[in-house]
């Protein structure tokens, strides 16, 4: 069974101030996806990872795999306030498994920045 | 407009009664995903389909059922037999490909049980 795991689970930070949100899985796997959302909303996309080191970058986000490792990270460089969300990441079958195309949740980040 | 439109935004379910949630897409995307979300968790996976016609129990199944007659709809009831259906359901839909394959996720419905 997949497991999909991310720590810390809450995360306050002060404006201007870097981190790093950690996303491990228990299964090998080849796609890792990274969500946001913010209170009372749904999911949004952020980045689609691929393949073993994989980096992705948008704005203050920068996503990267480690699929030897079964890891992911999301850095998040010089936060501001309109980053304050919910992140998930989410792990997906192998490609010709059964169970190919589902996705299996971390339990999700509360990040709050703050001045 | 293309996108996923889930409805009604807030649900209301007495006790013993069966509900049904509306899932429609204009994506023409293949595949569609129920998640359920409980307060302050992941989301977990419900019910899936990769085709019209044909769908698959998710992690947790029990007490819902689903149809999937035509590729833009994927309702989902929750039955009487689902003792703990309040949550924030979410709708998803996968578009194919071998180098970009993403979910998106309709807006959701909550479900209250009065």
């Known amino acids: 069974e997949l497991k999909v795991e991310q720590n810390p689970l809450f995360l306050s930070m002060q404006e201007g101030k870097n981190y790093t949100i950690y996303c491990n899985y228990s299964?090998?796997?080849?796609?890792l996806y990274w969500y946001r959302q913010d209170p009372g909303k749904s999911l949004e996309s952020l980045f689609v990872?691929?393949?073993?080191?994989a980096v992705k970058q948008e704005g203050r986000l920068m996503a990267s795999l480690d699929t030897k490792a079964r890891l992911s990270t999301l850095h998040i460089t010089a936060a501001v306030h309109d980053l304050s969300a919910t992140y998930f990441c989410?792990?997906?079958?192998?490609?010709?498994?059964?169970?190919?195309?589902?996705?299996?949740f971390g339990q999700g980040t509360i990040l709050t920045v703050h001045p | 407009d293309g996108g996923i439109t889930q409805s009604p935004k807030y649900l209301f379910r007495k006790e013993g009664q069966n509900v049904t949630l509306s899932c429609e897409q204009n994506l023409n995307h293949d595949a569609m995903y129920w998640y359920r979300q409980d307060p302050g968790q992941g989301l977990r996976l419900i019910y899936y389909?990769?085709?019209?016609?044909?769908?698959q129990k998710g992690d947790i199944a029990e007490g819902y059922s689903v149809s999937r007659e035509k590729k833009e709809s994927f309702p989902l009831t929750v039955t009487s037999a689902q003792k703990n259906p309040t949550a924030f359901y979410l709708c998803?839909?996968?578009?194919?490909?071998?180098?970009?394959?993403?979910?998106?996720f309709g807006p959701g419905t909550r479900l209250l049980v009065l």
């Open positions: 989410a792990v997906s079958g192998l490609a010709g498994g059964t169970s190919y195309g589902k996705l299996t």
């Open positions: 299964t090998t796997s080849d796609r």
């Open positions: 990872l691929l393949s073993n080191g």
């Open positions: 998803a839909t996968r578009r194919g490909g071998a180098l970009q394959e993403t979910q998106y």
């Open positions: 389909s990769q085709i019209v016609n044909d769908f």
